[in-house]
Structure formats: C-alpha cells, structure tokens
C-alpha cells in the first residue's frame, strides 16, 4: 500500500501525544498517576458546563446542528464579530488542518517557528508544503527573519501566540509590524489556544485587527482553559470570505452537539474561569520559585505550561519521572536538548511534581 499511498504522507513522523494517565497506571502498575504533560486543565468543567453536558446528552440520537447555531450567536455576541465570521472546528487542530488543505498546493511554502507546535509542520507536510522553519530568538519569534522568508509561494504563516512549547506572547506593535509590507496574498494564521490564560496587558487583541486585514485568520479552543479537551471543540475568526472558503471543506457535522453545549456553558459561566485563570497564573508563580530553589532554569511563560532546563539527558528525567506517576512532556522531540515541559497543575498536583524531581534530579 505504501507505493499507491501519497508520497507526501510517507515522510510524516506521526505526532506523540502526552500519555494518558490509563495507559501509564496499565503500564506501570501505579496507584497514583498525575498528567502535567498536555497542557491541560486540571480542574475539568464547571457544574454549570457539567449541567448542560447532561442535557445535550440525552439527544445523542440526533445529529448536531451542523452551523452551531447557538453557540454562534453566543460568541459572535461576546466577541462583537458578526456570526459569519466564525467557523468551528474538532478542536481547533481541525481549523490547522482546514486553512492548510483549503490554500497549500504541493510545492507551496508555509513559514513557521523552530520551534513550535508540531500540527502546522504535520498538516503542512502532508499537503505537500515547502516548509521554511525560522529559528526562534531566546525562546522569543523572529518575526523579521520569518518576513524576510516570504516568497511568491509562501501561502500561510503560523503565529502562535501564546506558541506552544515556548509560552510567549506577541504585543500589538509585533503584530502590526509584521503586517506592515507584508503580501496580502498570504494568510497569517494567528493561535490563540492559550489566550484565555494571558494576563499582560500589552497582549495583542487581535480581533481588532481584523477590520484591517482581510489575510488574518485567528484560532481559540475550548480545550485548553475551558477544560474541554476530550470533547474536541475550538473556533475561528476571520473575514466572511476566508469562513466562506474553509466552510467549503468542512466535513457537515465536525462538532458535536455534547461539544456544543458545553462551550455555550463556558461562554456563559465566564467569571469562572477568569477566577481560574488568577488561580493557574498564582500556582505557576510557586512553580517557577520551586524551580528556582532547584537551582533549575526556565522559560517564564505566560500560559498554563513552562519549558525546564533540568540540565542532563531530559527523555531519562521523565522516564524516571514516570516511574513515580509523574507524566511530563520529553522536549527532545522538538529538538529542545535537556528540555522538559510540565503543565501547571492543582496545588496538590504541582507540589508532588516538585517534590518528584527534586528527588529524581
Ligand atoms: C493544544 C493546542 C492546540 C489545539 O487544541 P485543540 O484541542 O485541537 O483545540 C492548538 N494550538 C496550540 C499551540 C496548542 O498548544
């Protein structure tokens, strides 16, 4: 099958996800498993989001309104966009996937950091992109190296922001900069999955922008702050045409109706997880003292996650870690030698990571 399949398919090296905390009691015959490896949050939903999960439940028999409708008008509202300007996705994984196969031809170039998160050189890879990896600066983009990489072929360049594994942030200069001359016939593709956790104030609101551009093209998820990650739900902002073109490729019913009322309920109950996200920012600063302490250095991160330089071999600390019931995440995938990155997690959750490396290092 291998000779008939796409040759673009054939040089992707499958993405590694965190290991599920199941697998790793199976495994290793633990007691007590705690996951800092996905960035995800530890706390769940919410009793309201819980409660409107169990409606929804009931009516699994019928497919899911395929347009989203009221959760399309819930965050249109909230977000001062007109409804068309939202698309929904499977996660917002999906919306990656989307915005690559609706404008990368083979042979295309996508820009991206080096490095970054892994689902941009995955979907660009097997669209057949040219991928032109910019190295990061100190952890921090170089978002002139990454303009001066521009092509006639570049179709899509991917911005995290907050990015995934380094937790910076771009302010509104950065982003208007990088505008500024840029080729409108290329789509900047902005990831906010983690926006809901920045607090710094000079943090770009990229919304805003789009009234100027037409190119811009911005992602969230219901997955990381909003605890709803084994459900698959994210969205996207962007001009009508742009919705217009992804919508073309979406497959009709990509977000489940549990999904769906459940991201309703995060919209609705909103000072909850705002009083979560002072809650997640307070334990990562305990963290990062903790860290300090160890003598360890790290990446200061704006997100619910922070890159450690544990300073020896990082894939043996997390096997040892593992042996523990600590899941953390191997960095040497991403090339980040001697790295790990470890989730924020509850009070409890973090001081046993602590306590665990101390004694592992
Ligand atoms: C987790 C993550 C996502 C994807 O989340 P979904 O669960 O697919 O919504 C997207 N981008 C970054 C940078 C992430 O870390």
């Known amino acids: 099958m291998k000779q008939i399949a796409k040759k673009t398919i054939l040089n992707v090296k499958p993405y590694v996800p965190g290991k599920p905390i199941d697998e790793v009691k199976r495994e290793l015959g633990l007691r007590r498993v705690i996951k800092l490896a996905s960035n995800e949050n530890p706390y769940g ?4 989001v819980l409660k409107a999960m169990q409606g929804a439940v009931k009516n699994v028999n019928r497919y899911p309104d395929g347009g989203c ?3 399309r008008q819930t965050l249109a509202k909230q977000l001062k966009l007109s409804p068309d300007q939202l698309i929904f996705g499977n996660g917002s994984d999906e919306l990656i996937v989307l915005a690559v196969r609706a404008f990368v031809n083979p042979g295309d170039e996508v820009i991206i950091a080096d490095p970054s998160f892994l689902i941009y050189d995955i979907a660009s890879r097997i669209a057949g ?4 990896a910019v190295a990061l600066k100190n952890f921090r983009y170089d978002l002139a190296s990454m303009k001066n990489q521009v092509s006639k072929k570049t179709k899509i360049v991917f911005l995290g922001n907050p990015d995934n594994p380094s ?4 302010t509104t200069k950065e982003i208007q900069g990088f505008f500024k001359g840029l080729n409108r016939d290329i789509l900047v593709f902005i990831d906010e999955a983690y926006y809901e956790y920045v607090t710094a104030s000079d943090y770009v ?3 805003k922008l789009l009234k100027m551009y037409k190119n811009l093209f911005i992602t969230r998820t219901f997955s990381k702050m909003y605890g709803l990650a084994g459900l698959r ?4 902002m962007g001009n009508k045409e742009l919705i217009d073109i992804l919508n073309r490729i979406r497959e009709p019913f990509n977000v489940n109706s549990v999904a769906q009322a459940a991201a309703i309920a995060c919209l609705k109950d909103k000072s909850h997880y705002q009083r979560l996200a002072k809650t997640f920012e307070a334990q990562r600063k305990i963290v990062c003292k903790a860290l300090d302490k160890l003598g360890l250095i790290y990446v200061d991160s704006c997100t619910n996650f922070i890159l450690v330089n544990v300073k020896r071999d990082s894939s043996l600390v997390c096997k040892k870690l593992l042996k523990k019931g600590v899941i953390v995440r191997d960095m040497g995938f991403w090339k980040l030698k001697n790295f790990i990155r470890v989730t924020i997690g509850t009070d409890k959750e973090n001081k046993i990571l602590i306590k665990t490396l101390e004694s592992v290092l």
């Open 233 to 236: 739900v994210g969205y996207g």
């Open 167 to 170: 937790g910076q942030y771009f």
């Open 69 to 71: 409708f009221y959760l």
């Open 205 to 207: 609101d990229s919304v």
């Open 129 to 132: 992109a040219k991928i032109k």
């Open 45 to 48: 939903p919410s009793s309201k």
